[in-house]
C-alpha cells in the first residue's frame, strides 16, 4: 500500500510522507487498477493465531472445485466465443449474467455510491457469475454479486 510497505498495519508505523503515499497511489491508481479483478486486504498474520490454526482445505479439494465451476462454465459459454467467465465480451454480459431484481438495485447503488467505472461494472458482473459457479448456483444471487462488488474495494489506497 506504500513504499516502506507498512501502511494500514495495526502494530507497526509507516513512515512515509503524505506526498510519498500519494506518489505511490498514483502510479498504480486509476486504468491499471481499474483492470484488477480482486482488490483484497490482506492483514498480517498474528502469531498466536498461527500456531492454533485449523489444518487448511488442500490445494487438490479447492483445485476439484475450481475445475467443477470452470466445466459449468465451459458448457454455459459454449459457441460464444469464450473458454470462461473472465472471457465473456460486453455485449453479451447481459445474457450470461443475468441478475434479479435484488441484484440491479444492489448494482446500481454500487455503481452510484462507489463511482465504478464500465469496465470495473463488467468486471464484477464477470466475478459474481464466478462466485455463483463455485457455489454451484444457476442464478448470480445478491450474496453473490455483493461478495464480487465487495472485491472492488480500494480503500486502503484512497485513504
Ligand atoms: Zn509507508
Known sequence: PCRCGWRGHPDRRCTCSPRDRERYVEKISGPLLDRVDLHVTVPPVEYEAMRRRETPESSAVVKARVDAARAVQAQRLAGSGAACNAQIAPAQLAGFCRLDSAGEKLMANAFQRMGLTARSHDRILRV???????????????????????YRNTDILKG
Open 128 to 150: 459474481a457469475r464466478t462466485i455463483a459457479d463455485l457455489d454451484g448456483e444457476a442464478e448470480i444471487g445478491a450474496a453473490h454479486l455483493a461478495e464480487a462488488i465487495q
